[in-house]
C-alpha cells in the first residue's frame, strides 16, 4: 500500500464513519416520529399479497410507467442505485489498492457487462429527469409546475450526486484499463475502455478517484442525514414499506381509491352507539392522530408533483395541491416531534398529558409548532388553510398518480371528520344538505313520497319490492335519479332499457334514502352511518334468503355504486352491485338491446371520478356509446384513469365554488374542444356540472349533456323523443 493508498483509505473510512453515525441517528428519529401515529393493525394482514404488490410496483415501476419518458427514465436510475452500490462497495477495495475488487463476483465478465450497460442507461436516465426537472421547474415562463412548492435544492443535489457516482464510476474504470488493472474485455465494457484510452497510466488514479467516489456518496448521505424531511432522496429507501402497507394490495391501481376507511379511534372502527368524544378519537385534530401509516405517508412523498399536476383544484387555481397538503403535514409532524417524544400533547378533552418536567428541556421552536392548531388561517398560524381542506373534489387523481401509494383522500376525510362532528367548521351552504339528509333523507330535502314520480307516464310498470316474487336486479334509483329532472331521465331510460330487454327489476320506492355519500365525503360519518344502517337493514330484508352473488343491484350513480359496493360491505351489507353502463353493455352483447339508429353529430365522453377512477369502470359506457353511434368515440385530452373531475364530488356539489375558475367550465371547454355535438356522461353529478358549464358558455343550443342510456335509448328505439323513454298514451 502506498502512500496515496494510505490517504485515500483513512479519509474514505472517516466520512463513512460519520456518514453511517448520521445516517443510523436519523433512522431512528423517522422511525420514532412515524410510531408515534394511532395503531392501523389492519395493514399488517395478507403478507403474501403486500410483498407481491411491493415488487411488482417497484421493480416493474408500474405507477411511475404511466408517464413513459419519466417512468423508464426513473427504472434506470433506480436500478442504477441498487446494483451500482455494490461498485460504491468495491470502492472501498480500490481505494487501498489500484486493483481491488469486490470479492468472487468482481472478476465475473458478467458482473462487469451488467453493471457497464447499467451504469451507462443510468446515466442517460439520469440526464433525462435532469432536463425534465428544469424544463418544468417553477420560475419557467408560463405559469405553474407540478414541481411548484418542491424544494428545488433538494432535487438538483440529489440528481447531481447520482451523476458524478455514475461519472467518477467510468472514471474509476477507465484508469483501471488505462494502468492495466481492469479485468472485463472491451465488448463487455465498450464505454469503460473509451474512458481509459482517454486517461493517463496513473496508477492512484484508481485509488483517488475511488475515494472521491466514496466522499460524494457519503456526503449525499450526510445530507440526508441531515434532512429527514427530504422526501425526493428518503423516498427511495421508505417506498418499499409505504407500498408493503397500502390500504389494499390487491386493487389494480391507487390502493386509497373506492371506500373511504372507516372512522377510528385506537386503531378500531368507532361505534357511534357507545363512542365518547372525551374518549373516542372523532377524525384527526393533531397531526398524531394520523395513523403511522398516514406518517409513513408524509415522511415517503418525493416531491414529485405527479398529484399536483393531475388536481382539479390546483389547476383551477384552487389553493389546494395535494402535495403541499402532504408536505406541510410532514414538515408540522416534525417539528412538533420533539415535543411529542418527550411526552407532550393534548388529550382528547385539550388538556396537556406532560409534565413541566418532561417539557423542560424541549426546544421553544417545537413548542411554538404544538401550539398552532392543524386547521387554521394564516393569521391563526394554522398548518392546513380551511379553503384548502374544503376544495377537495375526492376525485382521486392525486392517489391515481402517486407513484409511493400515498393516500391523500383518505387523510384529507380524516381532518373533515373532525370540523364537522365536533368544531361543527364546515362550509356554511353545505348545512342546508346536511339537515336535509338527516330530516328528509335526501340532500335536496324533496318530501319522500315523491320518491316514485318518475315512473308517471311510462308505458310499463315498475314493480316494487314486496309486489313481486321475484327480481333478477334491484334498481337503485338514488336521490338525484328520483328527484333532480335531468336525472329522472337517465332514470327512465334506464328503466325502459331494462323493459325493453327483458330483465325482471324491482325497486324499493319510497323504501330507499340516501346512500350517505355526501355525507361521508364532507366528513359528517355519523349521518352517513344512520342512512347507510337503515339502508343496509332495508337491502337485507328485501334480499332476505339470496346467497350474496343473487343480490344483484344496478345503479345510475357511481357515487351510490361505490358507497352500495364497497362501504356497505363495513356495515353487513354485502352485494352485488354493478352501474347501469356496465349491465347496457352486456344487454346490448348478447343481443337483448339492438341498437339500430346511429347517433349523429359526434359524441364525447366524460369519465365520472367515482365510476372510473375509483372503481376502474372504463370500457363498460364506450362499448355502449361505440355501439350507438356506431363509429369511433371522439376522445378528450384527459380521459380514462387521467379524466379531469367535473367539480361536484366530496360533497362540493353542494358547496359554492368561489375561487379560481369553476372546474366544470373547465372540463366543459376541453369536452366542446373535441367539436362532439353531444356530451355523454355516467353520473348525475357529472351531468348537473356539465350541462350547468355548457349553459354558462351559451353553448346549450350547439351541445348536448345526457347520460350513456338516453344515448343508447334514442339508438334502439329511435321513435322515442330526445332524451325521454316512450310514454304511455293518456287513456281514453
Same mark, same amino acid.
Given at each position: 500500500?502506498?502512500?496515496?493508498?494510505?490517504?485515500?483509505?483513512?479519509?474514505?473510512?472517516?466520512?463513512?464513519?460519520?456518514?453511517?453515525?448520521?445516517?443510523?441517528?436519523?433512522?431512528?428519529?423517522?422511525?420514532?416520529?412515524?410510531?408515534?401515529?394511532?395503531?392501523?393493525?389492519?395493514?399488517?394482514?395478507?403478507?403474501?399479497?403486500?410483498?407481491?404488490?411491493?415488487?411488482?410496483? $417497484?421493480?416493474?415501476?408500474? !405507477?411511475?410507467?404511466?408517464?413513459?419518458?419519466?417512468?423508464?427514465?426513473?427504472?434506470?436510475?433506480?436500478?442504477?442505485?441498487?446494483?451500482?452500490?455494490?461498485?460504491?462497495?468495491?470502492?472501498?477495495?480500490?481505494?487501498?489498492?489500484?486493483?481491488?475488487?469486490?470479492?468472487?463476483?468482481?472478476?465475473?465478465?458478467?458482473?462487469?457487462?451488467? $453493471?457497464?450497460?447499467?451504469?451507462?442507461?443510468?446515466?442517460?436516465?439520469?440526464?433525462?429527469?435532469?432536463?425534465?426537472?428544469?424544463?418544468?421547474?417553477?420560475?419557467?415562463?408560463?405559469?405553474?409546475?407540478?414541481?411548484?412548492?418542491? $424544494?428545488?435544492?433538494?432535487?438538483?443535489?440529489?440528481?447531481?450526486?447520482?451523476?458524478?457516482?455514475?461519472?467518477?464510476?467510468?472514471?474509476?474504470?477507465?484508469?483501471?484499463?488505462?494502468?492495466?488493472?481492469?479485468?472485463?474485455?472491451?465488448?463487455?465494457?465498450?464505454?469503460?475502455?473509451?474512458?481509459?484510452?482517454?486517461?493517463?497510466?496513473?496508477?492512484?488514479?484508481?485509488?483517488? %478517484?475511488?475515494?472521491?467516489?466514496? %466522499?460524494?456518496?457519503?456526503?449525499?448521505?450526510?445530507?440526508?442525514?441531515?434532512?429527514?424531511?427530504?422526501?425526493?432522496?428518503?423516498?427511495?429507501?421508505?417506498?418499499?414499506?409505504?407500498?408493503?402497507?397500502?390500504?389494499?394490495?390487491?386493487?389494480?391501481?391507487?390502493?386509497?381509491?373506492?371506500?373511504? !376507511?372507516?372512522?377510528?379511534?385506537?386503531?378500531?372502527?368507532?361505534?357511534?352507539?357507545?363512542?365518547?368524544?372525551?374518549?373516542?378519537?372523532?377524525?384527526?385534530?393533531?397531526?398524531?392522530?394520523?395513523?403511522?401509516?398516514?406518517?409513513?405517508?408524509?415522511? $415517503?412523498?418525493?416531491?414529485?408533483?405527479?398529484?399536483?399536476?393531475?388536481?382539479?383544484? @390546483?389547476?383551477?387555481?384552487?389553493?389546494?395541491?395535494?402535495?403541499?397538503?402532504?408536505?406541510?403535514?410532514?414538515?408540522? %409532524?416534525?417539528?412538533?416531534?420533539?415535543?411529542?417524544?418527550?411526552?407532550?400533547?393534548?388529550?382528547?378533552?385539550?388538556?396537556?398529558?406532560?409534565?413541566?418536567?418532561?417539557?423542560?428541556?424541549?426546544?421553544?421552536?417545537?413548542?411554538?409548532?404544538?401550539?398552532?392548531?392543524?386547521?387554521?388561517?394564516?393569521?391563526?398560524?394554522?398548518?392546513?388553510?380551511?379553503?384548502?381542506?374544503?376544495?377537495?373534489?375526492?376525485?382521486?387523481?392525486?392517489?391515481?398518480?402517486?407513484?409511493?401509494?400515498?393516500?391523500?383522500?383518505?387523510?384529507?376525510?380524516?381532518?373533515?371528520?373532525?370540523?364537522?362532528?365536533?368544531?361543527?367548521?364546515?362550509?356554511?351552504?353545505?348545512?342546508?344538505?346536511?339537515?336535509?339528509?338527516?330530516?328528509?333523507?335526501?340532500? @335536496?330535502?324533496?318530501?319522500?313520497?315523491? !320518491?316514485?314520480?318518475? #315512473?308517471?307516464?311510462?308505458?310499463?310498470?315498475?314493480?316494487?319490492?314486496?309486489?313481486?316474487?321475484?327480481?333478477?336486479?334491484?334498481?337503485?334509483?338514488?336521490? %338525484?335519479?328520483?328527484?333532480?329532472? !335531468?336525472?329522472?331521465?337517465?332514470?327512465?331510460?334506464?328503466?325502459?332499457?331494462?323493459?325493453?330487454?327483458?330483465?325482471?327489476?324491482?325497486?324499493?320506492?319510497?323504501?330507499?334514502?340516501?346512500?350517505?355519500?355526501?355525507?361521508?365525503?364532507?366528513?359528517?360519518?355519523?349521518?352517513?352511518?344512520?342512512?347507510?344502517?337503515?339502508?343496509?337493514? #332495508?337491502?337485507?330484508?328485501?334480499?332476505?334468503?339470496?346467497?350474496?352473488?343473487?343480490?344483484?343491484?344496478?345503479?345510475?350513480?357511481?357515487?351510490?355504486?361505490?358507497?352500495?359496493?364497497?362501504?356497505?360491505?363495513?356495515?353487513?351489507?354485502?352485494?352485488?352491485?354493478?352501474?347501469?353502463?356496465?349491465?347496457?353493455?352486456?344487454?346490448?352483447?348478447?343481443?337483448?338491446?339492438?341498437?339500430?339508429?346511429?347517433?349523429?353529430?359526434?359524441?364525447?365522453?366524460?369519465?365520472?371520478?367515482?365510476?372510473?377512477?375509483?372503481?376502474?369502470?372504463?370500457?363498460?359506457?364506450?362499448?355502449?356509446?361505440?355501439?350507438?353511434?356506431?363509429?369511433?368515440?371522439?376522445?378528450?385530452?384527459?380521459?380514462?384513469?387521467?379524466?379531469?373531475?367535473?367539480?361536484?364530488?366530496?360533497?362540493?356539489?353542494?358547496?359554492?365554488?368561489?375561487?379560481?375558475?369553476?372546474?366544470?367550465?373547465?372540463?366543459?371547454?376541453?369536452?366542446?374542444?373535441?367539436?362532439?355535438?353531444?356530451?355523454?356522461?355516467?353520473?348525475?353529478?357529472?351531468?348537473?356540472?356539465?350541462?350547468?358549464?355548457?349553459?354558462?358558455?351559451?353553448?346549450?343550443?350547439?351541445?348536448?349533456?345526457?347520460?350513456?342510456?338516453?344515448?343508447?335509448?334514442?339508438?334502439?328505439?329511435?321513435?322515442?323523443?330526445?332524451?325521454?323513454?316512450?310514454?304511455?298514451?293518456?287513456?281514453?
Amino acid at each position: 500500500m502506498g502512500s496515496v493508498q494510505i490517504v485515500t483509505t483513512i479519509l474514505a473510512a472517516a466520512i463513512t464513519a460519520v456518514a453511517v453515525w448520521l445516517a443510523v441517528r436519523a433512522v431512528m428519529k423517522m422511525t420514532a416520529v412515524i410510531r408515534l401515529g394511532q395503531p392501523a393493525p389492519e395493514r399488517f394482514g395478507d403478507k403474501g399479497a403486500r410483498t407481491k404488490k411491493m415488487l411488482v410496483e $417497484t421493480a416493474g415501476h408500474t !405507477r411511475m410507467l404511466k408517464w413513459s419518458v419519466v417512468g423508464a427514465a426513473h427504472w434506470f436510475v433506480m436500478v442504477g442505485f441498487i446494483v451500482l452500490s455494490l461498485l460504491v462497495l468495491e470502492a472501498y477495495f480500490e481505494v487501498v489498492t489500484p486493483g481491488g475488487g469486490l470479492p468472487i463476483i468482481g472478476h465475473w465478465t458478467i458482473f462487469g457487462l451488467a $453493471t457497464e450497460w447499467i451504469g451507462i442507461l443510468g446515466l442517460a436516465g439520469i440526464l433525462v429527469l435532469m432536463a425534465i426537472r428544469l424544463r418544468n421547474r417553477p420560475t419557467r415562463p408560463g405559469g405553474r409546475s407540478r414541481f411548484t412548492g418542491s $424544494t428545488m435544492w433538494q432535487g438538483y443535489f440529489v440528481e447531481w450526486v447520482v451523476l458524478l457516482v455514475l461519472i467518477f464510476g467510468f472514471i474509476i474504470r477507465g484508469f483501471k484499463v488505462a494502468t492495466d488493472h481492469f479485468e472485463y474485455p472491451v465488448w463487455a465494457t465498450p464505454l469503460s475502455h473509451a474512458v481509459g484510452a482517454a486517461l493517463p497510466a496513473w496508477t492512484a488514479g484508481v485509488s483517488v %478517484a475511488a475515494v472521491i467516489k466514496i %466522499a460524494i456518496s457519503m456526503t449525499w448521505l450526510i445530507v440526508i442525514s441531515l434532512n429527514v424531511t427530504m422526501g425526493v432522496a428518503w423516498h427511495r429507501f421508505l417506498a418499499f414499506p409505504n407500498i408493503f402497507f397500502k390500504r389494499d394490495p390487491e386493487k389494480p391501481a391507487g390502493s386509497g381509491l373506492g371506500p373511504l !376507511r372507516p372512522m377510528t379511534s385506537g386503531g378500531k372502527p368507532l361505534d357511534f352507539e357507545e363512542a365518547d368524544p372525551e374518549k373516542d378519537q372523532f377524525g384527526v385534530a393533531q397531526v398524531e392522530q394520523f395513523s403511522w401509516k398516514g406518517l409513513l405517508d408524509f415522511s $415517503t412523498c418525493t416531491e414529485c408533483g405527479r398529484c399536483q399536476s393531475q388536481c382539479p383544484a @390546483w389547476n383551477t387555481g384552487k389553493p389546494l395541491s395535494p402535495k403541499l397538503l402532504v408536505l406541510s403535514l410532514r414538515d408540522h %409532524a416534525y417539528a412538533k416531534a420533539p415535543y411529542l417524544l418527550a411526552g407532550g400533547g393534548k388529550d382528547l378533552t385539550g388538556e396537556e398529558k406532560a409534565t413541566q418536567e418532561q417539557l423542560a428541556g424541549v426546544d421553544v421552536l417545537a413548542m411554538a409548532e404544538a401550539d398552532r392548531p392543524l386547521i387554521g388561517t394564516a393569521e391563526e398560524g394554522g398548518v392546513i388553510d380551511p379553503d384548502v381542506l374544503w376544495s377537495c373534489t375526492t376525485c382521486g387523481a392525486c392517489v391515481e398518480q402517486c407513484p409511493v401509494d400515498i393516500e391523500h383522500v383518505d387523510h384529507i376525510v380524516d381532518m373533515r371528520r373532525y370540523q364537522v362532528l365536533i368544531e361543527s367548521s364546515f362550509p356554511s351552504e353545505a348545512g342546508v344538505m346536511l339537515r336535509n339528509l338527516e330530516n328528509k333523507g335526501n340532500p @335536496w330535502g324533496a318530501p319522500q313520497n315523491t !320518491r316514485e314520480d318518475w #315512473t308517471k307516464g311510462l308505458g310499463f310498470e315498475v314493480p316494487r319490492v314486496g309486489e313481486v316474487d321475484d327480481f333478477e336486479y334491484l334498481f337503485w334509483v338514488g336521490c %338525484a335519479g328520483a328527484f333532480e329532472d !335531468r336525472a329522472k331521465k337517465t332514470t327512465r331510460a334506464v328503466a325502459t332499457l331494462l323493459n325493453e330487454a327483458g330483465v325482471s327489476f324491482a325497486i324499493l320506492g319510497e323504501g330507499e334514502t340516501c346512500s350517505g355519500d355526501p355525507a361521508r365525503r364532507i366528513g359528517n360519518e355519523f349521518v352517513f352511518q344512520m342512512l347507510a344502517q337503515q339502508n343496509v337493514e #332495508t337491502l337485507n330484508e328485501a334480499f332476505d334468503g339470496r346467497e350474496k352473488s343473487k343480490r344483484k343491484i344496478v345503479a345510475t350513480c357511481p357515487h351510490c355504486f361505490n358507497t352500495l359496493g364497497n362501504e356497505y360491505g363495513q356495515l353487513g351489507g354485502e352485494f352485488e352491485v354493478v352501474h347501469h353502463t356496465q349491465l347496457l353493455a352486456h344487454l346490448v352483447s348478447a343481443g337483448k338491446l339492438t341498437p339500430v339508429q346511429p347517433v349523429a353529430g359526434g359524441v364525447t365522453y366524460h369519465d365520472p371520478c367515482y365510476l372510473g377512477r375509483h372503481n376502474r369502470i372504463f370500457a363498460a359506457p364506450r362499448e355502449v356509446l361505440g355501439d350507438s353511434i356506431q363509429g369511433e368515440l371522439t376522445e378528450m385530452p384527459r380521459n380514462s384513469e387521467r379524466s379531469f373531475c367535473c367539480g361536484a364530488g366530496g360533497a362540493r356539489m353542494w358547496m359554492e365554488e368561489k375561487i379560481g375558475k369553476r372546474i366544470n367550465v373547465d372540463r366543459v371547454e376541453e369536452a366542446m374542444s373535441t367539436g362532439a355535438k353531444t356530451i355523454a356522461v355516467g353520473c348525475p353529478f357529472c351531468s348537473t356540472m356539465l350541462n350547468d358549464g355548457v349553459n354558462g358558455k351559451g353553448a346549450g343550443e350547439q351541445v348536448e349533456v345526457i347520460d350513456v342510456a338516453s344515448v343508447l335509448l334514442r339508438s334502439v328505439k329511435p321513435e322515442a323523443p330526445a332524451g325521454e323513454p316512450e310514454v304511455a298514451p293518456a287513456a281514453s
